[in-house]
Nanobody, 125 residues
Framework: VQLQASGGGSVQAGGPLRLSCAAS????????MGWFRQAVGKEREFVAS???????SYAGSVKGRFTISRDNAKTTMYLQMNSLKPEDTAVYYC????????????????????WGQGTQVTVSS
């Protein structure tokens, strides 16, 4: 499956932004999906995952502010980001992996086989 992330941009702290990840080749229901991010000078980190349509998992730093969802009919995954903070600034990547991932595995980048190209999110204070 090929993934295309979009929706990044520049926003003031406290504002919202919604990222999209469009898939081509196969429907999203065949995959566990995740969002990861990488800030300058830092390692890639887990943000959120969604498995079997409804099972979601979030990094502690974004829980309560970010919401992951997907529309299998439109083959698109979303990341709604609210109350953004400067520390959320990073390149955000979407990824697709085996449908049967357990929660702990869904939080590891190495579990995912397909990655999008990344979209930049910049939050200013």
């Amino acid at each position: 499956v090929q993934l295309q992330a979009s929706g990044g941009g520049s926003v003031q702290a406290g504002g919202p932004l919604r990222l999209s990840c469009a898939a081509s080749g196969r429907t999203l229901s065949s995959y566990a999906m995740g969002w990861f991010r990488q800030a300058v000078g830092k390692e890639r980190e887990f943000v959120a995952s969604i498995r079997q349509n409804t099972l979601t998992s979030y990094a502690g730093s974004v829980k309560g502010r970010f919401t992951i969802s997907r529309d299998n009919a439109k083959t698109t995954m979303y990341l709604q980001m609210n109350s953004l903070k400067p520390e959320d600034t990073a390149v955000y990547y979407c990824a697709a992996g085996p449908r049967g991932l357990i929660m702990s595995a869904s939080q590891m980048g190495s579990s995912y086989e397909n990655w999008g190209q990344g979209t930049q999110v910049t939050v200013s204070s």
